[in-house]
């Protein structure tokens, strides 16, 4: 099984980041990637990415990161079940590759 981090960030860092973060963990489990997540609030997301070095950041609002070499995906399909399924695949397999 692969061991992975994942940062979650949304605006507060304590509602829907929490629930994207359970949800996703589960969903790639099921993939066979392992994840240590992170929850994070967007204003603090740069330091999070130095302290935590995270292998992908999912968020759920806008989050730029110039530079940054992780790829960045939007979690809404975590929130809202469409295209959940999908988005899972996508960030199991860009982990394991």
């Known amino acids: 099984m692969v ?5 979650v960030c949304c605006g507060t860092g304590i509602a ?3 629930q994207v973060a ?3 963990q589960q969903m790639l489990r099921d ?3 392992s994840a240590t997540m992170k929850e994070c609030k967007t204003a603090a997301v740069a330091d999070q990415v130095e302290s935590f070095q995270p292998d992908a950041i999912v968020v759920t609002t806008a989050v730029s990161l110039p ?3 992780i790829t960045i995906y939007r979690g ?3 929130l809202t079940g469409v295209g959940a399924d999908e988005l899972a695949d ?3 397999d860009d ?3």
């Open 3 to 7: 061991n992975k981090k994942i940062l």
């Open 16 to 18: 829907t980041s929490v």
């Open 22 to 24: 359970n949800k996703l």
């Open 31 to 33: 993939r066979g990637v």
């Open 67 to 69: 530079g940054s070499q």
């Open 76 to 78: 809404t399909p975590l």
């Open 90 to 92: 996508q960030i199991a």
């Open 95 to 97: 982990l394991k590759a």
